[in-house]
């Protein structure tokens, strides 16, 4: 009888190891999990969205493209900032830096749609992926110096 507990002691001792191993190796996949999970919300996964700009708070994107040259590049934007706004520069970097700065001022009404047009973005025509900046400098009714940059990125 004495054996017979022994044995089952010892198949328990198992039982429970292997539970322990099962355990231990769902919280990880879960920790795996996790972790790949939020890699991809921070956007370190994602690649990047073709034909798209990002990055701007208060001026709403509304749609880019590269000219039939593939040498200039059009952004159409909308004044979300909630009173008339005036672009005072736009600066263009990355694959955009061959455009020149421009500083015209331009008043854009509240909620009203326009364009950045830059007919010399590219260095050298596009006619893969690219990847560029558009930054915006503008002021509102307050007074107040605001900048806001778009990423973009697509196929030419």
Not at 68 to 94: C, E, F, H, M, P
Not at 108 to 121: K, M, P, V
Not at 131 to 145: F, K, L, V
Request: proline residues 2%.
């Amino acid at each position: 009888m004495a054996e017979e507990t022994k044995e089952e002691g010892g198949l328990g001792k198992i039982i429970l190891i292997i539970a322990a191993i099962v355990g231990i190796g769902s919280v990880f996949l879960v920790v795996i999990v996790i972790v790949v999970a939020s890699l991809f919300a921070f956007g370190i996964f994602n690649p990047p969205a073709a034909g798209r700009c990002s990055g701007l708070d208060k001026l709403l994107y509304k749609d880019h493209a590269v000219d039939a040259a593939g040498t200039g590049i059009t952004l159409a934007l909308g004044n979300g900032a909630g009173s008339t706004i005036n672009v005072t520069k736009v600066a263009y970097g990355g694959d955009f830096a061959g455009g020149a700065d421009t500083t015209t001022v331009r008043n854009i009404g509240s909620g009203a749609d326009f364009t950045i047009d830059n007919e010399t973005a590219f260095t050298s025509p596009v006619s893969g992926t690219y990847r560029g900046t558009i930054t915006i400098t503008y002021n509102t009714s307050s007074g107040i110096t605001h900048l806001e940059t778009a990423t973009c990125t697509g196929t030419a």
